[in-house]
């Protein structure tokens, strides 16, 4: 779902979640994705705009989303601020203008937008969805539970409702609760990376590293071999430095470090786990490879400051 805004792969991750023949499930994403007015201005009201105003609005809708695929968030918010104005009854305008609100920082003009739009098609989930995701990451955890409630009513077989409850109850430090709404995600899409992962970095948080790991390997056997992110490579070697296998840490991590979608953080912790196993000059060569990756990086910095502290106070002729 790569290229997608965040309100569209809340609509995939509902819809794709239901029961419904796989015909009916293509039909229903294609059409919460691309058709912009299908939740809102389909009827001219006796008062309402006109049929010039609703072609208008599907035009900037849709020149608004196309903006956004190309990272170009200032004609999507003129866009879609646009299409708002010419279709004041349409949802789906308000989505994405709330997107384009939110990536430029204006946060209570997003969720405005979004509060909106829930007037306008209150039996849609995922409007719940995106507006309960932003309230979190707002840290208004009792709104955000109240909306994630309202989605779940609405939306009980959707796997990404039940992730959004396990995310709220986690960040509220009920990990036993959010435990239980991430495994009913989990049971309702096996294959889903976001939710393995999110129960992995639980498990591993708890101390439960062999369940994370467990979690990791499930979420590995999903990519192509040699495939799998840095993110779950550089997961699965923490989780074997915590049940002492420190070469299969070591692999993977150093493994995670040479992908593409590496982070700064990825060469800090294998040279970390380099130093607490007395490699000192691997150490300082992960170090070195990491700042001339990220010479700018804070973490990148810090590790090379590091492994040359180790290495001054290190006797004489113990580097290896």
Known sequence: MHGLSASQRSVVRIVTSTRAPKTWTATLVVAALFSPLAAGCRMTPQHGPGAESLLNCRQLTQRGIAAMEQNDWETAEKSLEAAVASCDIDPESRRHYAESLWHRGDRIGATRQLDDAIKL????????????EMRLEMNQLGRASLLADEAVDRAPDSAAVWALRGRIKHRAGL????????????????????????IADLYAELGQPRRALANLHSLAALYPPGEAPAAVLARTGLAYQALGREEDAAARLAEASNRPDATAQMYAQLAELQLASGRLADARQTASAGLARFPQHPDAMRTVQRVDAESASAPTGSLR
């Not at 098609?121 to 309960?132: F, G, H, Q, W």
């Not at 990990?175 to 999110?198: F, K, N, V, W």
């Open 175 to 198: 990990t036993d609760e959010a435990l239980g709404q991430y495994h009913r995600a989990l049971s309702l899409a096996p294959s889903d990376p976001d939710i393995l992962l999110e």
């Open 121 to 132: 098609s209150p039996d849609d989930a995922t409007l719940y969805v995106r507006l309960a």
